[in-house]
């Protein structure tokens, strides 16, 4: 079974610095995907960014990259230059790629909520 | 161009009540599925959908029914509502399959938050 952690509650960071939002996971599927989702107080859930367990490179998507340590089990999200309009929950999710055929299924964190203070 | 609709917003049930959490998506996607979202435990997949008259049990599906008579339409109901399901659900769509292009990623619905009481 997959199993998604975020160890921190809860985060504060001052405006335009760089934030690392933690996550680990679990899992036996050789192959992966990797997802970082955004949920603000008005409730909608955002995607953020994407990795794939055979990407080569971490990826990133503007101000978001994914250090994705395959070894360690870990996908954390990197927020740079923190922003007032970051504030918000955040989830990392995971989903085995080889049962694709049989849906789309994430599997989700508990979730870290992110104050950045101006 | 809508994406995924869920209504209603929001919900108050007593004990023992029957409702219907409808969600609608434009985008001809073929997967559809229910979360609930309950504090200090992130999302937990319900019920999911690869397509018109295909469904399938997630996590926690006891107490939830769905069907899928249309690729469009993917309604969750609630026979008999218990104060444990209080939550926020969400309804979230894909296409199906996997993706060589890219992440195929998961579209929310705004969610639909529900009081059981």
């Known amino acids: 079974a997959q199993k998604i952690t975020q160890t921190q509650p809860g985060m504060f960071v001052q405006e335009k610095e760089a934030v690392t939002l933690d996550c680990t996971y679990d899992t036996s599927d050789p192959s992966y995907g990797l997802f970082w989702y955004k949920q603000p107080s008005s409730g909608e859930m955002i995607f953020l960014i994407y990795?794939?367990?055979?990407?080569?490179q971490n990826a990133t998507e503007g101000r978001y990259s994914l250090n994705f340590q395959k070894a360690r089990k870990s996908a954390n999200l990197v927020i740079s230059a923190s922003q007032l309009g970051d504030s918000a929950m955040y989830f990392c999710a995971m989903r085995d790629e080889e049962s694709m055929e049989y849906g789309n299924k994430l599997v989700f964190g508990a979730g870290t909520i992110l104050r950045v203070k101006s | 161009n809508a994406g995924v609709t869920q209504t209603p917003k929001f919900q108050v049930l007593k004990t023992g009540q029957s409702m219907t959490l409808q969600c609608a998506q434009d985008?001809?996607?073929?997967?559809m599925s229910w979360y609930r979202q309950d504090p200090g435990m992130g999302l937990r997949l319900i019920h999911y959908s690869v397509g018109a008259g295909i469904t399938d049990q997630g996590e926690v599906p006891n107490g939830y029914n769905v069907s899928r008579s249309t690729t469009e339409d993917f309604p969750l109901r609630l026979l008999s509502a218990a104060p444990s399901q209080t939550s926020v659900y969400f309804c979230a769509s894909s296409h199906q399959g996997y993706s060589t292009s890219g992440a195929n990623v998961l579209t929310f619905g705004a969610g639909s938050r529900l009081t059981v009481l």
């Open positions: 985008m001809n996607h073929e997967y």
């Open positions: 990795q794939g367990s055979y990407d080569q």
